[in-house]
């Protein structure tokens, strides 16, 4: 097996090809921007009620310090998302003046560029040939299947299933192409892919110090961005260390430089945790307990490759790619954590890991084989090569389209988002403090909470915080039935779909629907025998009602009319 020739390109191919694979990073990237923007005539998007989450999270930063997150529902109060992927965006759109809804533009940003950028540099390492590198990272932009360890056979079934009408449900707005998902894995995966980068540099070439020192920080930044990847990074550096002898020594002190920078986070995320509520941990399968031998999550096709890509790396002579096989070993091997630990760690997001290092490896090898390996004119490989990207490019395009337009909870915020530029535009200016406790219709409190920095009552923020025990959440959803004008038959259908989709993860357990269906109507009949006192106990300051809903008897008593619709009523609490 040929190892990679010296470089013997030109500094402006290099420059060119870079461009073209971020220029297809954006297009990616950015496309669903377009498709609103069509629908909306405004510059705005939002995936799904994850990535309204995260925009959440990020304006309670946006009207706070700037430097730190907290919970979305309570104030000051722990959250499990890091700072390292929403401090940045924020600080950006706070010094150029952009309303919170544009830290999702700042994300989408970054990831069209980072993303294609790392990709292609880490190609490049191996390659040394800039349109080589440029090919493979657009396959890795453009595919479908990267993520699952499946590029181009997940791509071809995808494509075949919506020509045909046999696509499955998208529920949200990134379903199909998963390495766009904001803010995990597309933030943060450049971060992640440096340090690839830089591992595999000081490995694989000269040994000095600079070159462990630049792996070692950035093994040791990786702690501050997201929980998956410096798990699997530093599992693969003591992977590395048993496997490979004659760089045991560089993978040590790599491992002790990443320890040292990354120490404190590994404390602050320790404090966190102590300050989690044990319900909230629950119901959203975080460090929850679950049988050790009950489940595995052995994804037989990456692990077949993996076995064929070890082959193929131990016949070199330098043995490249070597770090990032164990990267996608060392993910795997974490998603059944659950055997030593006993804990939910929703091992499902190791994927983002494991999934894109196999792609990467078996398109690193694919394109090897056929530089190398096969005696066909360089005109003919060329030509091979467009067909190829064409197809996947296109096909990639379309498969977007369809996640954005046919997702259901896309769609849901289309439309949750039409009715409240509706609203806004036929009410300005608005006058909703940051901090302020909404009540009410959950897509109006949702976006208010966004653009506002207010708090809402319940809601999937609620749901997600995770320092709310289920009592309380439970109450919230119930007080906020009430504030709204729910009936009790209303309520229990809500009632219902929470206790139907009450825990995550593989720790969820069913049995649990039952009870939690009778504390919420449980909840519904106590918020009653005393509203004033329930909306005082929650500071609830205003209440969004839509305007086919009868105004609450309760509003006549202490509430005043700030805004007759068009989609909501707004009421504020004197």
């Not at 461009?19 to 799904?48: C, E, K, N, Q, R």
């Not at 489940?295 to 990456?302: Q, Y």
Request: a positive charge; proline letters at 5%.
């Amino acid at each position: 097996m040929q190892t990679a020739e010296p470089v013997s390109c030109s500094l402006t191919a290099l420059i060119l090809a870079a461009i073209a694979a971020a220029a297809i990073g954006l297009i990616f990237s950015l496309l669903p921007y377009a498709l609103w923007f069509h629908s909306t005539g405004s510059v705005a998007y939002v995936a799904d009620k994850d990535n309204q989450y995260y925009l959440q999270l990020a304006s309670q930063a946006y009207f706070g310090s700037g430097f730190s997150l907290s919970d979305v529902t309570v104030p000051a109060a722990a959250t499990i998302y890091q700072g390292a992927q929403f401090v940045p965006a924020v600080a950006l759109a706070r010094v150029l003046g952009l309303p919170v809804l544009d830290v999702n533009l700042i994300w989408r940003i970054w990831a069209g560029i980072a993303v294609p950028l790392m990709l292609f540099c880490l190609f490049f390492h191996w390659l040394r040939s800039p349109w080589a590198s440029a090919f493979c990272t657009i396959l890795m932009l453009a595919d479908c299947g990267v993520t699952l360890a499946q590029p181009g056979f997940l791509q071809a079934l995808r494509t075949y299933q919506a020509a045909v009408g046999h696509l499955p449900t998208l529920y949200d707005g990134q379903d199909l192409l998963n390495q766009w998902r904001v803010i995990d894995p597309a933030v943060g995966l450049p971060i992640l892919l440096l340090q690839i980068l830089l591992v595999s540099i000081a490995v694989e070439g000269e040994k000095n110090s600079k070159a462990l020192l630049a792996a070692g920080v950035a093994t040791g930044a990786l702690f501050y961005v997201w929980f998956y990847y410096w798990t699997a990074a530093a599992g693969a550096l003591i992977l590395a260390c048993l496997i490979d002898r004659r760089n045991r020594h560089s993978y040590a002190a790599i491992f002790g430089l990443a320890l040292l920078v990354g120490g404190p986070a590994i404390v602050a995320e320790l404090l966190t945790k102590s300050q989690l509520n044990p319900d909230a941990l629950r119901r959203l399968g975080v460090y929850a307990p679950v049988p050790r031998f009950g489940f595995f999550l052995l994804p037989k096709i990456a692990l077949g490759l993996l076995v064929l890509i070890a082959v193929w790396i131990w016949r070199k002579p330098r043995r490249e790619g070597f770090y990032l096989w164990c990267v996608a070993v060392a993910a795997i091997a974490l998603s059944n954590n659950h055997i030593f630990t006993g804990m939910d760690l929703r091992a499902g997001h190791w994927r983002y890991v494991w999934g894109v290092g196999v792609s990467s490896l078996i398109i690193l090898m694919a394109a090897q084989i056929v530089r190398y390996g096969l005696r066909a004119r360089p005109a003919a490989l060329a030509t091979l090569a467009a067909v190829v990207m064409l197809l996947e490019v296109s096909s990639g395009l379309t498969l977007r389209k369809i996640e954005v337009e046919r997702g259901v909870n896309s769609r849901l915020e289309l439309n949750r988002y039409l009715r409240f530029v509706s609203q806004t535009s036929a009410n300005q200016p608005r006058l909703f403090p940051a901090g302020a406790v909404i009540a009410g219709d959950s897509g109006f409190c949702a976006f208010e909470s966004i653009v506002s920095g207010t708090r809402p009552l319940a809601g999937y923020a609620a749901f997600i915080s995770a320092v709310l025990n289920d009592r309380d959440w439970e109450t919230r959803t119930a007080l906020n039935a009430r504030l709204e004008g729910l009936n009790e038959n209303e309520f229990h259908e809500k009632a219902l779909a929470a206790a139907r989709s009450y825990g995550w993860g593989e720790s969820a357990d069913r049995q649990m629907a039952d009870l939690v269906e009778n504390g919420m109507m449980r909840a519904y009949a106590q918020t009653g025998t005393d509203l004033d006192a329930e909306i005082r106990r929650f500071d609830v300051r205003f209440v969004a009602i839509p305007v086919a809903r009868p105004a609450p008897d309760y509003l006549s008593h202490g509430w005043k009319p700030i805004e007759p619709g068009p989609q909501w009523r707004i009421w504020e609490r004197e």
